[in-house]
């Protein structure tokens, strides 16, 4: 974000992003004592290449067609809510729903990534020669 706001021409708009990334490190900063008290250090970061096999991609896609549902429901009952005249539940059913629906499309390019990558994979073993 530093690099950004340095990038920036509107010296408004360059000291704001200044202060969130300065508030962004400090976040983490306080998360990472939390762990280092509680005995952990920070989480790994796991590698850029994983294979899935069959049933996690499934659970992947399940779990994204769940969230799929799941945000149309909050979306209804979000409208149900506005015409109660409960703004307060329905902004709090609008969060949910973009929630669910940013879930539910990183499940599926999950999914979708690992499944291209298995039958580039695939193919790619059939066209090599055979030793």
Do not use: K
């Amino acid at each position: 974000m530093t690099m950004l706001a340095e990038r920036l021409g509107d010296s408004r708009g360059r000291a704001r992003l200044m202060v969130l990334a300065a508030f962004c490190r400090a976040h983490a900063s306080r998360l990472l004592a939390r762990l280092a008290a509680l005995g952990r250090g920070p989480l790994p970061v796991p590698p850029e290449d994983i294979t899935l096999d069959e049933d996690t991609v499934r659970e992947l896609r399940r779990e994204g067609a769940f969230a799929r549902a799941s945000a149309a429901r909050y979306e209804a009952t979000a409208e149900l809510a506005r015409q109660h005249a409960d703004l307060s539940s329905a902004w709090v059913c609008e969060l949910n729903r973009t929630e669910e629906q940013d879930r539910s499309r990183e499940l599926l390019a999950l999914a979708e990534g690992a499944a291209l990558a298995a039958v580039s994979e695939s193919q790619m073993a059939a066209a090599a020669p055979a030793e």
